[in-house]
């Protein structure tokens, strides 16, 4: 099972990223998928969740309204459309799967991980 994030660069802030996530080794069909986000010397913080259908979604408080989750089944693949940025979004971002179905937040609900994309915010 492989998670592979992509799309991290840098950017001035008020600027966009998209982020991606594509899964491969097995279909994630049914299950929830996240993006959390680690900065240096602090810990792991949810971004947005997304279930299976897309239907329901959820963000972490630092992002409402300027980040969008988003996913296409047929591709197993997630997105994060990430607008108005600033420098405190600045970190690695990682893609997980939860193979629960409910919306959650925490890292140790999430069994598989990407290993991470670099977004960089220039003030």
């Known amino acids: 099972v492989q998670l592979q994030a992509s799309g991290g660069g840098l950017v001035q802030a008020g600027g966009s990223l998209r982020l991606s996530c594509a899964a491969s080794?097995?279909?994630?069909?049914?299950?929830?998928m996240g993006w959390f986000r680690q900065a240096p010397g602090k810990e792991r913080e949810f971004v947005a969740a997304?279930?299976?259908?897309?239907?329901?979604?959820s963000y972490g408080d630092s992002v409402k309204g300027r980040f969008t989750i988003s996913r296409d089944n047929g591709k197993n693949s997630m997105y994060l459309q990430m607008n108005s940025l600033k420098p405190e979004d600045t970190a690695v971002y990682y893609c997980?799967?939860?193979?629960?179905?409910?919306?959650?937040?925490?890292?140790?609900?999430?069994?598989?991980w990407g290993q991470g994309t670099q977004v960089t915010v220039s003030s």
């Open positions: 997980a799967v939860d193979l629960g179905i409910v919306l959650r937040s925490t890292t140790r609900a999430y069994e598989y």
């Open positions: 997304i279930t299976w259908s897309g239907s329901l979604t």
């Open positions: 080794g097995r279909t994630f069909s049914g299950y929830t």
